[in-house]
């Protein structure tokens, strides 16, 4: 049977894209790998840079990209069943739920139009990226597959509909794909199909799964060596293919880029070359909006635009089912996009008015040509030339720095260019317009036209904003980013409003942002303890590894003169619990969230509740002085607060946890029978150094936050980078490099990353394999 597929693996052709003739496929790369098993891609062109880098990644995580592959091909509840789950979106999605969406809403041949349009470097970079993969596993005897996946029904050779498939999911992650139960609840009023479905709400706002980063980007006015300085830091899942994968790409004399790569996306996602450095965090813009629909009064299925009677299109999804009979659904379109439905906020499916998603982001194979463009880039004002002339940054800013000390802040995406006079004239009959001030979600009159996005000239997508109309800016201080607005890139230099549908202005900071703004700014006073006053990668490393704690440090006095009024509380089930022990674990711990720090743990859970408390601060927040406020706990909320700190002390109690156990004790990695004490703490907190962990047991296991870290500069020779993959490389438990940066990360250990040729061949862990086909 193995011999079978092999030979069917064999059989799968794939050919270079040329200008227009097609040639013999041809690939070849070198993979050498260097410590911790990070591997450098050397190839004569594009196709075999994608051949090798599909190899590398296959040898370290075949498993995870196979099940993905199972994911966005609807296919999940067919091999795992339809109740298990998996993560869309940063979210858990049950099997048979992913499976809809994605057969209903993957427009392939959409896709497949889109990627011809391509440059031929991208498209022959994709192309070899699916002969790499399927070279692996021709390669690879069954017995040394990874044990996950080696006898699944669902390992097979990948194509290039499967690699459009993936990107798709990508590019959806904070658009359609976050609407996945909204899209497919939606059914006609009184249909048995509506019965049936859950009503859900509306769907989550990436930051609250802690979705997110730091980017920070110094220039010349301000560093050390009069080059740019960049921080890279996005907190992103430690599993599934949201996963970073470190990578170095070399193509002499056209290509030489090191840094990591999203699981399964070929290029570069974050990195630098010898002139450029680049990050992203999560942006605030919403990339999509919803079109109020009124129906025929005689047809639910149809509704009017600009009085002319259009009919919904409807097609049949079957998704095939484990041990179980398929299951068939049929779903609806309108010209603007899916059905949605959030009856719990009015967004309801009834006789009259219906309501459809338009996403920015769909069908956006753009994305590929971007980031190969930033990936060659050669000073900052390239990399904002590209990312405005692709549009196809899906849903993230980009924080850059270049040899020549300027820095670059731009929140350039794929947007809808819905300006506010559109989104003020276009409020819906319904009344729903108001979702745009609680929700941030717009909502548009679908029954005209002219309310539909305004295109601009000269953008690849009709209806996106252009680069022009987005927020950017080009310095020689610094710019920072931590998932607020584009307001406060600079804290310095605040910038002026643009369309409200990119973010907010003059408005409370997250925590994160503040303490980032109060670490830069320390540092330029050189009032942070740190020698000198300007900006170079150790000063930053120690910036971000200082692992503050600015909840505490804004809390914590006042919390203290609670505890000596009345040191007890009374927790939300009922119970008087002594909040004496408490009170002292947190007047000695040291604010920060080291492993070593006693009692951190003991703020982290009353944090939780506290932050949610109304009227929380006793200052509130000043737009005037957006760093520092708003801070103090308000004594008219001594109550509720009291109430939070008993709630963790019971917690921890039910955990057997001591209060004042060391942080590393209390929040660790698992790898096999090893559990490796992982500093940082939650961002909501204010830890730069953002680490999400859940309750395993007696213990917090992380499962999203710092993931990737680069702090790059350049001197003469070339870039210089310092760098982690918190994880590791693999997600195989027999691999080497399972867990060994798990285990420097622990020590706050960073890893010099060799660039050049003398610095790779001078590794003592030096491996060399050489494909070809």
């Not at 027999?734 to 610095?759: C, I, M, N, Y």
Request: glycine share 8%.
């Amino acid at each position: 049977m193995w011999g079978r597929f092999s030979a069917l693996m064999g059989a799968a052709a794939v050919c270079l894209a040329t200008g227009g003739a097609q040639a013999a496929p041809t690939f070849k790369a070198k993979i050498t790998r260097t410590q911790y098993g990070v591997p450098h891609i050397s190839a004569a062109d594009y196709g075999g840079i994608g051949y090798g880098q599909a190899y590398a990644f296959a040898q370290d995580n075949l498993c995870l990209l196979a099940d993905k592959v199972v994911t966005v091909n609807g296919e999940r509840s067919k091999y795992f069943g339809p109740d298990g789950v998996t993560t869309i979106a940063f979210a858990e999605t049950k099997n048979l739920e992913s499976d809809f969406f994605f057969r209903a809403n993957l427009d392939v041949a959409a896709l497949k139009t889109n990627f011809d349009k391509l440059s031929a470097d991208y498209r022959n970079l994709v192309l070899g990226y699916v002969a790499g993969y399927n070279r692996f596993l021709r390669d690879t005897p069954k017995a040394r597959l990874p044990a996950a996946c080696r006898d699944a029904a669902w390992l097979r050779p990948i194509h290039l509909d499967d690699m459009l498939r993936l990107n798709e999911e990508r590019m959806i992650q904070a658009s359609g794909g976050a609407w996945l139960r909204q899209v497919n609840a939606a059914a006609p009023p009184a249909s048995k199909a509506q019965a049936a479905l859950d009503a859900p709400g509306l769907p989550a706002d990436p930051a609250q799964f802690g979705l997110g980063s730091n980017g920070w980007a110094f220039g010349r006015d301000v560093t050390a060596n009069r080059s740019g300085v960049l921080l890279g830091n996005p907190h992103f899942p430690w599993e599934t293919t949201n996963r970073f994968y470190q990578v170095h790409l070399t193509i002499p004399g056209k290509l030489d880029v090191m840094g990591v790569t999203i699981g399964g996306a070929p290029g570069m996602s974050i990195g630098f070359n010898r002139d450029v450095a680049w990050t992203h965090t999560v942006s605030t813009d919403r990339h999509f909006t919803i079109f109020e629909l009124s129906l025929d009064p005689a047809d639910p299925t149809a509704y009017f635009v600009d009085g002319k009677r259009l009919s919904m299109a409807s097609k049949a999804v079957t998704v095939e089912v484990k041990d179980g009979p398929p299951q068939t659904r049929t779903v609806y379109t309108s010209v603007y996009g899916p059905l949605v439905v959030m009856p719990q906020v009015g967004v309801a499916w009834s006789a009259k008015t219906a309501y459809a998603l338009r996403d920015a982001n769909r069908n956006n194979v753009r994305s590929g040509d971007t980031w190969l463009d930033i990936a060659r880039a050669r000073s900052v004002e390239e990399i904002k030339a590209g990312i405005s002339k692709t549009l196809g940054i899906p849903w993230v800013n980009t924080i850059a720095s270049d040899r020549g000390g300027q820095v670059l802040y731009a929140d350039i995406t794929a947007t809808p260019n819905v300006t506010a006079e559109l989104a003020k004239t276009c409020a819906p009959p319904s009344g729903l317009g108001p979702l745009a001030a609680t929700a941030r979600i717009y909502v548009l009159d679908g029954a005209r036209s002219a309310c539909n996005w305004e295109v601009a000239a000269g953008t690849p997508s009709p209806g996106l904003a252009p680069g022009e109309a987005m927020p950017s800016q080009i310095r020689t201080d610094y710019v920072a980013n931590s998932n607020d607005s584009y307001w406060l890139a600079n804290a310095r230099a605040p910038m002026a409003a643009f369309a409200p549908i990119v973010g907010p202005t003059a408005v409370a900071q997250n925590l994160r942002t503040r303490s980032g703004l109060m670490e830069i700014e320390a540092r330029l006073a050189g009032t942070d303890g740190l020698p000198g006053k300007t900006i170079d990668p150790a000063a930053v490393e120690a910036m971000l590894y200082r692992n503050r704690n600015l909840a505490a440090d804004l809390a914590i006095p006042d919390l203290l003169k609670l505890c000596a009024e009345a040191p007890s509380g009374t927790s939300t089930a009922g119970q008087d619990v002594s909040l004496a022990d408490a009170c002292t674990v947190l007047a000695q711990w040291d604010r920060r969230m080291n492993i070593d720090s006693r009692g951190a743990h003991l703020f982290v859970e009353f944090w939780r509740k506290a932050e949610r408390i109304p009227g929380l601060w006793a200052t509130p927040f000043d737009p005037t002085d957006p760093v520092h406020t708003p801070s103090g706990l308000n004594a008219a909320a001594s109550a509720k607060i009291k109430t939070a700190l008993a709630d963790a002390v019971e917690l921890l109690a039910s955990k057997g946890v001591t209060l004042d156990a060391p942080w590393g004790q209390v929040q660790y990695a698992v790898r096999g029978d090893q559990k490796i004490p992982i500093h940082g703490g939650e961002g909501s907190d204010g830890v730069l150094n953002a680490q999400q962990s859940a309750w395993v047991g007696s213990g917090l296991v992380p499962f999203h936050g710092s993931s990737y870290i680069q702090v790059v500069t350049f001197d003469a020779k070339g870039p210089v980078a310092d760098a982690i993959l918190t994880y590791s490389q693999s997600t195989d438990p027999a691999s080497p490099h399972f867990a060994d940066q798990t285990l420097l990360h622990a020590k706050k250990g960073w890893v010099r990353l060799p660039f050049s040729d003398a610095e790779i061949a001078a590794d003592k862990t030096l491996t060399v394999t050489t494909i070809a086909e």
